[in-house]
């Protein structure tokens, strides 16, 4: 079964501070991986989109990681903001689909 | 450039009304998606549509019709509404289904069924 497992499911963290969010993920075939920042309220807007060659990619403060042998990803936050305070969602495409799995997020929470 | 737009932002139903929800997007997109989302749990694909004319079945679409008549705009339809169906519903658009590009999402649909 296609699933994606995000850890942890909340997270709280003093502004200023890094991070690091979790994903596991058992879906065939692979056809890339992405991480989505949802603030509350708003639809998901994406961060990165890694493919199966890629092992780092970076838009900002966000790096996204990528073990396609582990099937894990990692997404870490550098120097976090209040605004970072959001779920963060990671997201698998089916190869060959127009569909997605999503994860069920990990909530932030950047306190000052 | 607005994006992905959806109509209404919030909407109360009573069971057994019917309602449709709007989708529209400004960036040409060839694919489009109604997604579902419930506390505790991922998006979930209800419906999409990968251009003019067509649709196709998601992951849950039982109670929920869907029309694509023009490229832009993409119509989530609810026949008899059930308080199972009160959730956030998003739309989302994307160029081309082959290509790493993201999904680009409104911002939701809050529906609530009495």
């Known amino acids: 079964k296609n699933q994606v497992e995000q850890s942890p499911q909340s997270l709280i963290i003093l502004e200023g501070k890094n991070c690091t969010l979790q994903?596991?993920?058992?879906?065939?075939?692979?056809?890339?991986l992405r991480w989505y920042k949802q603030d509350t309220g708003r639809g998901p807007v994406s961060l990165t989109i890694m493919t199966f060659s890629e092992n780092t990619k970076s838009n900002g403060r966000y790096t996204a990681t990528l073990d396609a042998d582990t099937k894990q990803s990692s997404l870490h936050i550098t120097a976090s903001q209040l605004s970072d305070s959001a779920s963060y969602i990671c997201v698998v495409k089916i190869g060959g689909s127009e569909k997605l799995v999503f994860g069920k997020g990990t909530k932030l929470t950047v306190n000052p | 450039n607005a994006g992905v737009t959806q109509t209404p932002k919030f909407r109360v139903l009573k069971t057994g009304q019917s309602m449709t929800l709007l989708c529209a997007q400004d960036?040409?997109?060839?694919?489009m998606y109604w997604y579902r989302q419930d506390p505790g749990m991922g998006l979930r694909l209800i419906h999409y549509s990968v251009g003019e004319g067509t649709t196709a079945k998601g992951e849950v679409p039982d109670g929920y019709n869907v029309s694509r008549l023009k490229k832009q705009n993409f119509l989530l339809g609810l026949e008899s509404a059930a308080p199972s169906q009160t959730s956030v519903y998003f739309c989302?658009?994307?160029?081309?289904?082959?290509?790493?590009?993201?999904?680009?999402f409104g911002d939701g649909t809050r529906l609530s069924i009495l």
């Open positions: 960036m040409n997109h060839e694919y």
């Open positions: 994903c596991n993920y058992t879906v065939s075939p692979f056809s890339n």
């Open positions: 989302a658009s994307s160029p081309d289904r082959d290509l790493p590009q993201p999904q680009h």
